[in-house]
């Protein structure tokens, strides 16, 4: 392993300083929703905000009686991302926004906090769903190749179908 020297270090620190980020923070970040039930993942496009701009996660099950409250929440076929808005309102600029027009619908659309996939457990769902078409390349290849094809096709028909935010707004 080569070890970058010192002053690359250096230069690499600044340079995510000075665009506003933490220099712990990773692009994607998995959070539990308040039940605990349900983990969601998490995706800060280009590198702007970080894990600290979420402040909670609901899934179907508790995000009963929470308030719409669009400044802040993004709902998605019954999930919420609660976003910290005092922490997204510091980054406004960088995101080539104001503090004042900032809102989490906006921030959400924009991918500076989305989901990783086109919903908030995609990434879990994805695997389960491919190893069941997977058991199939075993048996029959052309089968195989046939169904995973289709499951692409298929899915995003299903997200659009279901309503999903990110699904409907590429359509
Ligand atoms: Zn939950």
Redesign the pocket.
């Known amino acids: 392993m080569i070890f970058p020297p010192d002053n690359v270090k250096y230069l690499v620190k600044k340079m995510v300083l000075t665009l506003g980020g933490d220099p712990a923070m990773c692009q994607s970040y998995r959070k539990t ?6 983990v969601s993942e998490i995706f800060f496009g280009k590198m702007v905000l970080g894990e600290r701009c979420v402040a909670e996660v ?2 179907p ?2 995000s009963q009686g929470i308030d719409r409250d669009p400044e802040s929440r993004i709902w998605d076929n019954g999930w919420i991302l609660e976003l910290n808005m005092d922490v997204v309102r510091t980054q406004a600029h960088l995101m080539g926004t104001s503090p004042e027009e900032v809102n989490a619908g906006w921030v959400f659309d924009e991918g500076f906090a989305t989901w990783v996939g086109m919903t908030p457990d995609d990434f879990q769902t994805r695997e389960v769903e491919r190893s069941e078409i997977q058991k199939l390349a075993k048996t029959d290849l052309r089968a195989y190749i046939g169904a995973m094809r289709d499951w692409g096709l298929n899915r995003e028909k299903r997200f659009v179908h279901e309503g999903w935010r990110k699904a409907i707004g590429r359509r």
């Open positions: 929703c308040a039940c605990g039930q349900s609901y899934c099950k508790c």
